[in-house]
């Protein structure tokens, strides 16, 4: 754990903060409103239960503040880029962004709840003050100004008759609370990861329900549901002055007259504003980029059913590792999706592989099947960073891919076979560590080609040892196995026609991680994963396990891809 927090010490002081801004939001706020003079005999009502929901609504309008901008992919590929010169820390807190997108979509789950509690208990306190029989102050201010023009009344249940089911669907701000709180049950619900994982539609469409979200959250402060006293009806009816004497209000007396009560204006658009215009600006950026024409040179289809498109785009800059987003007018006007890019910088097209594993990713490689001649068109957003364009940045690199997880890898790796044809001496890198974990044999296929090249250009180069790869296949029979076992003594595998033979199950990762930390005492090293997170906790862990005290011996850094 210490050495997790040394490591990431930007991204835990900032998530600090931004806790401690909650608390300090939330504390602030609920202080004035039980404080406050101005809001005396509205607490002579509802209670303590104002403050609660004034200051839960001041969280909820600062986190809404917060929730689009972890997930301005443009901005923060701007960000990472302007930080290259800056500290690795620095530009790893960059990688948290969804993460960060989750804490702060939790928080408002968090303090919707306590708002509509707490407003749940105002309610029934403004339908009871209207319902009792003997006078009390709380039932005559119930009664202020409810058959008169100018809408200074204090309790929004005007009358015996009228129920909470009513004021909630017939009121701006009833009614609007209902829209927000049923788009957050349901953009929340449809984001669990089996859902994310096998209907990533049903999650991609039921997000966009923030539009909603955000629209209801800017008009919901209009019906000035909670009020407070006028300021120039403090002047004339001080409650410490005119509280105790509320029966004598009807007399006309000069020094306590009838109190009038306001609404808040609406705030909520103040504290979101300007990151909706930055999300309006980033979808247009991406609009305009994703109308640029692509031309699609070539189209492979590998075992596994496994997709590989060759792509051109004008003007299109890449580094290892990045993304980019794909859409298919054909199947999908609005559905886009994000694939690591397999090609290398030092190439002069890019392009993605897609595996199935939903039914877009199906429907687009059944339309490529049935395509002949006319090739579908594809719109292409992007590239966008990731944690693995650092991975130069390190002395040592692993690398550990899981099934098409090894997307991210093929850059880097046919990266590396360009600049060991150029002789690179820029290249920091001095070792690499390469992990595949597959399910089936037919997975190896389409990226064995690259292995065998760079197996071939290290030997030529003179630099065998610069790269140390091994292959795990965890779906397996006696048969596969068996077959294996006759052919161990050849000098290639027999099932990928590599010279590095296929391991069988999976990686003994504290083996590995103590033969690195002992074969480079002083390094520092990257891993990189692009795989599920059972193996992300185990990684993380080893990473943690096998980091030396010493700033100065082997340090391990985690990063993991993030889309």
């Not at 997790?4 to 931004?18: K, R």
Request: hydrophobic share 40%; net charge neutral; proline share 4%.
């Amino acid at each position: 754990m210490g050495n997790w927090v040394v490591n990431h010490w930007l991204a835990v002081l900032f998530l600090v903060a931004w806790l401690g801004l909650n608390v300090f939001l939330f504390v602030h706020t609920f202080l004035k409103y039980e404080k406050d003079d101005k809001y005396y005999y509205t607490r002579e009502i509802l209670g303590t239960a104002l403050a609660v929901a004034r200051a839960s609504a001041f969280c909820l309008n600062f986190n809404s503040m917060l929730i689009l901008i972890p997930v301005c992919r443009n901005l923060l590929s701007f960000l990472r880029g302007s930080c290259s010169f800056c500290s690795r820390t620095l530009r790893k807190s960059l990688d948290h962004n969804l993460t960060f997108h989750k804490l702060v979509a939790y928080m408002i789950c968090i303090f919707t709840a306590i708002h509509i509690i707490a407003h749940l208990f105002n309610f029934e306190r403004y339908s009871r003050s209207q319902h009792v029989t003997t006078i009390s102050l709380a039932s005559v201010l119930s009664s202020l100004h409810h058959d008169k023009e100018g809408g200074f009344w204090l309790n929004p249940i005007q009358s015996p008759d009228m129920t909470v089911l009513y004021v909630t669907f017939t009121t701006i701000a009833g009614l609007s609370g209902v829209i927000i709180t049923i788009a957050l049950i349901l953009m929340v619900t449809s984001s669990m990861e089996f859902i994310r994982r096998n209907y990533f539609e049903l999650f991609w469409y039921t997000h966009h329900l923030f539009i909603i979200y955000i629209i209801c959250l800017w008009i919901h402060g209009m019906g000035g549901i909670v009020r407070g006293q006028t300021e120039k009806s403090m002047n004339e009816n001080h409650p410490h002055k005119c509280a105790q004497s509320f029966e004598k209000w009807d007399d006309h007396d000069p020094d306590c007259k009838e109190p009038q009560f306001e609404g808040h204006p609406p705030e909520s658009w103040k504290w979101t504003l300007a990151p909706v215009a930055l999300y309006i600006f980033e979808r247009f950026l991406r609009f305009y980029r994703s109308q640029q024409k692509v031309v699609i040179t070539k189209v492979v289809m590998h075992p596994s059913k496994v997709l590989e498109l060759q792509m051109k785009k004008r003007g299109f800059s890449m580094e290892v590792g990045q993304y980019i987003f794909v859409n298919c007018p054909s199947i999908s006007f609005l559905e886009w999706h994000p694939f690591t890019l397999t090609s290398a910088p030092e190439e002069d097209f890019f392009s993605i592989h897609i595996r199935a594993a939903g039914d877009w990713t199906e429907n687009l490689i059944r339309t490529f099947e049935q395509q002949n001649s006319l090739i579908p068109r594809i719109e292409v957003d992007g590239p966008f960073g990731t944690a693995s364009e650092d991975v130069f940045q390190y002395e040592v690199a692993v690398l550990v891919g899981a099934g098409i997880g090894v997307t991210p890898f093929a850059s880097i790796l046919k990266s590396i076979w360009f600049k060991l044809q150029h002789s690179d001496h820029k290249l920091k890198t001095q070792k690499i560590y390469f992990y595949w974990i597959c399910r089936e044999t037919g997975a190896f296929a389409w990226f064995k080609d690259l292995l065998t090249s760079l197996e071939q250009e290290m030997e030529e180069s003179g630099k065998v040892g610069f790269l140390n790869y091994r292959l795990f296949l965890t779906g397996w029979n006696s048969n596969i196995a068996g077959h294996a076992a006759l052919n161990f003594d050849k000098a290639t595998d027999i099932l990928t026609g590599l010279k590095q033979k296929t391991s069988f199950g999976r990686p003994m990762w504290d083996n590995e991680f103590s033969t690195i930390a002992t074969t480079h005492p002083k390094s520092v090293v990257g891993v990189f994963l692009c795989g599920p997170l059972t193996l992300a906790k185990s990684l993380r862990k080893c990473c943690h396990r096998y980091s030396s005290l010493d700033p100065r011996k082997v340090q391990f850094y985690f990063n993991q891809e993030n889309f």
